[in-house]
């Protein structure tokens, strides 16, 4: 761009107040076209501004969420075909054939396919090892094949047992602290046995931990319950990261 300067001109020039190089220019005897300087300082910034962004350091990337949390507990029931709940006794009865699984962490305490005190002869205990449950006993019966041992450290992801289409269903639900039987047979639960009356507040609690892991409710769930539920036994079940 041609600066429009004319060297070699006598004598002091005017210059606007407005244009200090126009000043500085008439001191130094020579005519510059103030307008034409600003524009070529302007085009040369420019380039200059943008050099500047392009080097600049990028902004700090955002640290990447954390995982969710890995659940406490999941559905024991998950895989069964054609589940379908039946009613809460001591515990929860349910048709359907597949594979069942521990509620979370456990130990194996019984595994028989064969026990005359429930149809179908099935018995699993395990005892769970976390969660808000920890310590406490859980029955699998009926129409059940046990397919892990007596003192079988078990995951939520270890299938248990198989349930079979054998005309009884299973059930599962609260045993009692040695295994032997349903909780709600014990004296402190309010001793209700095989013949009821139905649903026991035992039974009731097991079925809202169920439902809670996404199982299908039960058809009387609602109902009153009878005898009592141990103080032992948790009364909510949120916060179970399912």
């Given at each position: 761009m041609a600066l429009n300067l004319s060297p070699g001109v006598s004598g002091p020039l005017a210059a606007s107040d407005s244009e200090p190089l126009g000043q500085v220019a008439a001191?130094?005897?020579t005519l510059v076209n103030g307008a034409a300087v600003r524009d070529l300082l302007t085009k040369t910034a420019v380039p200059a501004r943008s050099a500047a962004a392009k080097?600049?350091?990028?902004?700090?990337?955002a640290s990447p969420a954390a995982p969710p949390p890995a659940p406490?507990?999941?559905n024991p029931l998950r895989a069964i075909t054609g589940l379908m709940p039946q009613r809460i006794d001591m515990g929860v009865d349910f048709a359907g054939s597949g594979p069942v699984y521990p509620i979370g962490d456990a130990v194996v305490t019984n595994a028989t396919g064969s026990n005359a005190g429930w149809p179908g002869g099935g018995w699993i205990t395990y005892q769970l090892t976390d969660g808000p449950a920890a310590g406490l006993m859980v029955f699998v019966a009926e129409d059940v094949q046990p397919t892990v041992q007596v003192g079988q450290h078990v995951t939520p992801k270890t299938v248990?047992?198989?349930?079979?289409n054998g005309g009884a269903g299973i059930e599962t639900g609260w045993a009692m602290p040695d295994g032997s039987s349903a909780e709600s047979q014990l004296g402190v639960a309010g001793g209700v046995s095989g013949g009821g009356p139905f649903p026991t507040m035992v039974g009731i609690n097991f079925e809202r931990l169920l439902v809670a892991l996404g199982?299908?409710?039960?058809?009387?769930?609602?109902?009153?319950?009878?005898g009592v539920l141990p103080s032992s036994y948790p009364t909510a079940w949120t916060g179970l990261g399912t």
């Amino acid at each position: 761009m041609a600066l429009n300067l004319s060297p070699g001109v006598s004598g002091p020039l005017a210059a606007s107040d407005s244009e200090p190089l126009g000043q500085v220019a008439a001191q130094a005897g020579t005519l510059v076209n103030g307008a034409a300087v600003r524009d070529l300082l302007t085009k040369t910034a420019v380039p200059a501004r943008s050099a500047a962004a392009k080097t600049r350091a990028p902004a700090p990337s955002a640290s990447p969420a954390a995982p969710p949390p890995a659940p406490v507990y999941l559905n024991p029931l998950r895989a069964i075909t054609g589940l379908m709940p039946q009613r809460i006794d001591m515990g929860v009865d349910f048709a359907g054939s597949g594979p069942v699984y521990p509620i979370g962490d456990a130990v194996v305490t019984n595994a028989t396919g064969s026990n005359a005190g429930w149809p179908g002869g099935g018995w699993i205990t395990y005892q769970l090892t976390d969660g808000p449950a920890a310590g406490l006993m859980v029955f699998v019966a009926e129409d059940v094949q046990p397919t892990v041992q007596v003192g079988q450290h078990v995951t939520p992801k270890t299938v248990i047992a198989s349930m079979y289409n054998g005309g009884a269903g299973i059930e599962t639900g609260w045993a009692m602290p040695d295994g032997s039987s349903a909780e709600s047979q014990l004296g402190v639960a309010g001793g209700v046995s095989g013949g009821g009356p139905f649903p026991t507040m035992v039974g009731i609690n097991f079925e809202r931990l169920l439902v809670a892991l996404g199982v299908p409710a039960a058809p009387n769930a609602g109902q009153a319950g009878y005898g009592v539920l141990p103080s032992s036994y948790p009364t909510a079940w949120t916060g179970l990261g399912t």
